[in-house]
């Protein structure tokens, strides 16, 4: 069964203070990984999709990388809009259901 | 990109009632659609998986005559909780994939029974 592991749970950032979160993943073949931003009481908001290994895409102050069990969520100099939660997700070859992990909720501070 | 709507936001119904969520495709048709439930704090869990002109694939440990889903056209799927009770109470989200991005999700509905 595909698993998708989050961390940190919740993260506080003073803005302009730059870090990383984590996605660890468990899947029989990879189709494709993703990541999503997720507002209070709204829908997931796309933001990236790596489908191998070494990996990288960018969006402004967001960047995401990809290794064959983690994924990484680079956020550089990050500024109060950016808070929310963060979701990574998995969908295994040959499957259309894709999983998501629990998420990790960002807080930055002005 | 791909644009998924939503409605309604939010919506109270009494216990013992039928609710209908619908899910639309702007811009692109999506033979396949995706209905998932949120609770706080809590990752998305799908419920089913909507396919035009046919039967709906529903998750382990899903009630399908409970949340009854129809996929009558290449842009519309909707979810119906039927005789919905307290403890459906959640948040319910749609999603679709246009070829050549990412999934993209509905603004989500809130269900609230009282």
């Known amino acids: 069964e595909d698993q998708v592991t989050q961390s940190p749970e919740a993260l506080r950032l003073q803005e302009g203070e730059s870090s990383s979160l984590n996605c660890s993943y468990t899947?029989?073949?990879?189709?494709?990984l993703f990541w999503y931003r997720q507002d209070p009481g709204k829908g997931p908001e796309f933001l990236f999709t790596?489908?191998?290994a070494g990996e990288e895409k960018e969006k402004e102050r967001l960047k995401a990388t990809l290794t064959k069990k983690e994924s990484f969520l680079h956020i550089t100099a990050p500024k109060p809009e950016d808070s929310a939660t963060y979701l990574c997700?998995?969908?295994?070859?040959?499957?259309?259901?894709?999983?998501f992990g629990t998420g990790t909720k960002l807080q930055v501070i002005p | 990109g791909a644009v998924v709507s939503q409605h309604p936001s939010w919506v109270i119904c009494k216990s013992g009632t039928s609710v209908k969520i619908e899910c639309r495709s702007l811009?692109?048709?999506?033979?396949?659609m995706f209905w998932y439930r949120q609770f706080p704090k809590q990752s998305l869990m799908l419920m089913a998986t909507?396919?035009?002109?046919?039967?709906?694939?529903?998750e382990q440990g899903v009630e399908k005559d409970k949340f009854l889903i129809n996929h009558a056209s290449l842009t519309l799927s909707t979810l119906t909780v039927t005789s919905a009770h307290p403890e459906d109470s959640s948040f319910y989200i749609c999603?679709?994939?246009?070829?050549?991005?990412?999934?993209?999700f509905g603004s989500g509905t809130r269900l609230t029974v009282v």
């Open positions: 999603s679709a994939r246009e070829a050549g991005y990412g999934y993209t």
């Open positions: 899947v029989s073949g990879l189709r494709g």
């Open positions: 790596l489908y191998s």
């Open positions: 997700a998995v969908q295994a070859t040959g499957y259309q259901k894709v999983t």
């Open positions: 811009d692109f048709q999506a033979t396949t």
């Open positions: 909507s396919n035009e002109g046919s039967k709906a694939t529903y």
